[in-house]
Structures are given as C-alpha cells and as structure tokens.
C-alpha cells in the first residue's frame, strides 16, 4: 500500500482492498478520521474514475490560479510561450511583488502535474524566480539555451505504453561545454526518473481511497 499524507488529509491506494479497510479500521481506532470514499479531489487534483483507470485533471486548480492573479478574463493562446523569445534576469522591468511572483511560479511548477506543455514555460519563469531569489523515456536536451549563465536545460518525458506518465523541463547545475556533455547529462537525469518510476509501476491495478481527519 501507498499512504501519501498531506498535513491532515490521507490519500491511500492498494492492489488488496481488504488490506485498505482494514488500515482505516486501524486509523479510526487511534485517530478522529473520515472515510470520505474513493478518490475525487485531492490537493486541487480533480480524479474521474473510468474502468481503464483515473482521469486526473487540474481544472479548477488553474481557474482559481487565474482569477487569483486577476487574469481570469484574459483571452487563451495556442502556445505557453514563443520558442523566439528569450528570457533574461537583465533585461525588461522588475516585477515588483516578489512575493505573489513567486507564490504564482510555485503554483504553476504544481499545475504541470497534469499539463506538461507547460512545463518548459515554467522552467523559464521558475530560473528568473531563482536567480532574482537565490516505459519508454525520451531524454532531450539544448545547448547552452539559458542566455545570463550559459546553462543547458534538460528535457525528458516517460511512457507506459501510449501514456505518458512523468516528465520534467529542468535548467543543469552546470555549465556542459559541448553539446554532446549537454545530452550525457540529460541522459542521466532520465534514467534516474526511468529507475524511479520503474519501481513505483510494478505495484499494478492500484484502487484508491481518500480521507480526511477533519470535516469537509
């Protein structure tokens, strides 16, 4: 079984069932906990169960995100961001709320739970937050794409089957001086995610169930 705890709520998922009632008859003995059935809604991710598995959708979370930052009206793009364009920690004007910049890149890092074409965009925006703020697996990597440190980004996505099941847009520690280095380093970032992810597939036909040591 799999316990992910999260302050007061408990997300539980098994091959046995029996072995998950018998875990929340255990917890309820010891704990004020809630039974709140299966898995729906979890840490703004929505869940539709179908009999192939778990649809997994983030669409409220990404609503409440626009609206927070008051950009709830703004008109949709076909594209998070233009490949033309580069970013650089010197260039343009601050942004001023530091905080509520960094609460909003911290929010979109969650939301490429679900929406991984996002995911390089983010990258983008989570390196300016840093320097400002001191199976089947398809590693990729560019050259020295960053232009204030000379840093590659590390690209990499996995699939089970046809389902692509974790990916990563992440900037590499140093600097690779060629491009060959660039991709080694990305190679080994995905066979590390590759070993990962390995041992967490080989618990097969997961049920779920959700609950909560506090009224809902």
């Known amino acids: 079984m799999f316990c992910l705890v999260y302050v007061d709520d408990i997300l539980v998922m098994g091959s046995n069932s029996g072995h998950i009632a018998a875990l929340i008859t255990k917890l309820k003995t010891q704990f004020a906990v809630r039974d709140l059935g299966k898995f729906s809604y979890f840490l703004g991710i929505q869940a539709n169960c179908k009999p192939g598995g778990l649809h997994l ?6 609503m409440d995100l ?20 580069k970013l650089s920690n010197t260039g343009g004007c601050p ?19 679900t929406r991984p074409d996002i995911a390089y965009a983010v990258n983008e925006v989570h390196n300016l937050c840093t320097v400002l703020w001191s199976l089947i697996w398809l590693p990729d990597s560019d050259r020295g794409g960053d232009v204030d440190d000379h840093k590659s980004t590390t690209g990499l996505a996995i699939f089970l089957g046809s389902h ?10 140093v600097v690779s001086r060629s491009s060959t280095e660039a991709e080694y380093r990305a190679l080994a970032a995905a066979t590390f995610e590759m070993t990962r992810v390995e041992h967490l597939v080989r618990a097969k036909n997961l049920s779920v169930k959700y609950m909560s040591t506090h009224d809902q």
């Open 164 to 173: 692509l099941i974790c990916w990563a847009s992440r900037k590499q520690r």
């Open 57 to 62: 959708s983030q669409g409220k979370y990404v």
């Open 95 to 113: 942004f001023l709320d530091q905080t509520l910049y960094g609460s909003t890149v911290g929010a979109l890092q969650y939301l490429t739970f």
């Open 66 to 85: 626009l609206n927070r930052v008051q950009m709830g009206s703004c008109s949709p793009v076909s594209a998070p961001n233009s490949s033309s364009y």
